[in-house]
Structures are given as structure tokens and as C-alpha cells.
């Protein structure tokens, strides 16, 4: 993610990407989960969307918590149990930026 083949760096593009996301969502509940060769959920599901977003930007400098790798089974695992509630929405959706 930090490869440079789109300005700045991947994982940038990929935060950018994530916080245009966010303001479409407003009165939605999100979670956030962080991943690479491991994966673990950063945010339960909240309508707090601005402290989401500062969780994406501070995702940048915390990639020393993620083990190196590309394991998308563990994330989307991660993000289907972090949707697993009782109060569940109508419609769920898990997105990848990468």
C-alpha cells in the first residue's frame, strides 16, 4: 500500500477514497476494519462518521499493528461479523480500498 504508482501512495488514495465514501453516508452506522496479513476491526459499528474518518487517517502511521500480507478472508470475515447484530440494516455492504 505504501507503493507509489498513484500520488501519493496507494494507501493515501485508498484514505482519500474511504473519506469520500464517508460523506456520503451520513445517517448510516460504519465500521472499519483494518487489514493486510491480519486483519482486526478498528471501529464497531457507529453513526460517528467523523471519528471513523480520523481512524482512516490515523491508519497510516499504525501499520506496524498489521502483519504484513494480503489476507482478504480475514478481513471480510471481520467485517461480516462486525454487521452480525441484532439491529441489522435492510441492506449491508462491505467496501475495499486498496
Same mark, same amino acid.
Given at each position: 500500500?505504501?507503493?507509489?504508482?498513484?500520488?501519493?501512495?496507494?494507501?493515501?488514495?485508498?484514505?482519500?477514497?474511504?473519506?469520500?465514501?464517508?460523506?456520503?453516508?451520513?445517517?448510516?452506522?460504519?465500521?472499519?476494519?483494518?487489514?493486510?496479513?491480519?486483519?482486526?476491526?478498528?471501529?464497531? #459499528?457507529? *453513526?460517528?462518521?467523523? @471519528?471513523? &474518518?480520523?481512524? !482512516? $487517517? =490515523?491508519?497510516?502511521?499504525?501499520?506496524?499493528?498489521?502483519?504484513?500480507?494480503?489476507?482478504?478472508?480475514?478481513?471480510?470475515?471481520?467485517?461480516?461479523?462486525? #454487521?452480525? *447484530?441484532?439491529?441489522? @440494516?435492510? &441492506?449491508?455492504? !462491505? $467496501? =475495499?480500498?486498496?
Amino acid at each position: 500500500m505504501t507503493a507509489t504508482d498513484v500520488a501519493p501512495s496507494r494507501a493515501r488514495a485508498a484514505a482519500q477514497g474511504l473519506r469520500g465514501l464517508l460523506d456520503n453516508l451520513d445517517g448510516n452506522r460504519v465500521g472499519l476494519v483494518a487489514f493486510a496479513g491480519t486483519a482486526f476491526v478498528r471501529s464497531p #459499528l457507529t *453513526v460517528d462518521l467523523p @471519528a471513523v &474518518a480520523n481512524l !482512516i $487517517d =490515523r491508519a497510516q502511521g499504525e501499520a506496524p499493528l498489521v502483519q504484513a500480507g494480503t489476507d482478504f478472508r480475514n478481513a471480510i470475515d471481520s467485517a461480516l461479523a462486525l #454487521l452480525a *447484530v441484532a439491529d441489522r @440494516a435492510g &441492506a449491508q455492504a !462491505i $467496501d =475495499r480500498k486498496s
